[in-house]
C-alpha cells in the first residue's frame, strides 16, 4: 500500500460544477500538505499549501485537511475549462524532509 | 521572472548512448530535485541535493544514474548506457531549506529507442 493514495481518474465535470479532489494518506506524522496543478506537458506548480489540520481559501479553491481521518480535499468552485489538469497532492513530515506524492488525478472540464 | 529551466526540452536517443540532463535552479535557492514522471509510476524522486551536497539518491538505479552539482547554477542528470525503460519526462525542481515549496521546470522528455 503506498503512502499516499490519490484516484487518477479522469474526472470529468460540466463547467461552472464543484468538484471535489481527494487523497488519503497513512502515515500520520505528515504536517504539511500540499496540492499541485500539472498542464499537459508542463511541470507541477504549487496552487495550495497547507500547514496540519484546517481550511484554506485561495480564491476559487479551497483545500481542507482532516488529520484525523488521514483525508485532504480540494474544492475548485464555479469549475472552468482552464481548470483541466491533473491535480497532484503532496506532503511532508517537516521541512528538510521529502514530499510525499499521489499518483495525480485527471480532470477534464466540459464547457 | 524567476524560474527553474531544464535542457533540452527532448531527447530522442537510441539504447545505450548517453544522455546528459542539465537544470538550472531559481537563483538563491539552496535544495535541488530531479523527479522522473510516468504515467505507471507517477512522479518519483531520483535525488535530492542541498547546498549542492546530495542528501539523497536512493531512489536512482546507481549502476547507470548519477547526478551532480557543479556549482550552484547547475545540476546534471546523466543516464549511461540509457535503456528503453527509462524512457519518461524528467523534471528539476528547487526550493528552499526549511521551506517545502517546491519550483519545477518544465521537464525533458527523454525517449529511448
Known amino acids: 500500500q503506498k503512502e499516499v493514495e490519490q484516484d487518477p481518474g479522469p474526472l470529468s465535470v460540466p463547467e461552472g460544477a464543484i468538484v471535489s479532489l481527494n487523497c488519503t494518506y497513512s502515515?500520520?506524522?505528515?504536517?504539511?500538505f500540499m496540492w499541485y496543478r500539472q498542464y499537459s506537458r508542463k511541470g507541477p506548480e504549487l496552487l495550495m499549501y497547507t500547514y496540519s489540520s484546517g481550511n484554506k481559501e485561495d480564491g476559487r479553491f479551497t483545500a481542507q485537511v482532516d488529520k484525523s481521518s488521514k483525508y485532504i480535499s480540494l474544492f475548485i468552485r464555479d469549475s472552468q475549462p482552464s481548470d483541466s489538469a491533473t491535480y497532484l497532492c503532496?506532503?511532508?513530515?517537516?521541512?528538510?524532509?521529502?514530499?510525499?506524492w499521489g499518483a495525480g488525478t485527471k480532470l477534464i472540464i466540459k464547457p | 521572472d524567476a524560474r527553474v529551466t531544464q535542457t533540452p526540452r527532448h531527447k530522442v536517443t537510441e539504447m545505450g548512448q548517453e544522455v546528459t540532463m542539465r537544470c538550472q535552479p531559481i537563483l538563491g535557492h539552496n535544495t535541488v530535485f530531479w523527479y522522473r514522471q510516468t504515467m505507471m509510476q507517477g512522479l518519483e524522486l531520483l535525488a535530492y541535493f542541498r547546498n549542492r551536497a546530495p542528501l539523497d539518491d536512493s531512489g536512482m538505479p546507481k549502476d547507470r544514474f548519477s547526478a551532480e552539482m557543479p556549482d550552484a547554477t547547475l545540476a546534471t542528470l546523466k543516464i549511461q548506457p540509457s535503456e528503453p525503460r527509462d524512457s519518461a519526462v524528467y523534471f528539476c525542481?528547487?526550493?528552499?531549506?526549511?521551506?517545502?515549496?517546491?519550483?519545477f521546470g518544465p521537464g525533458t522528455r527523454l525517449l529511448v529507442l
Open positions: 502515515n500520520s506524522a505528515f504536517q504539511y
Open positions: 503532496a506532503m511532508s513530515v517537516g521541512s528538510n524532509y521529502q514530499l510525499i
Open positions: 525542481a528547487s526550493g528552499l531549506v526549511n521551506e517545502e515549496t517546491q519550483y
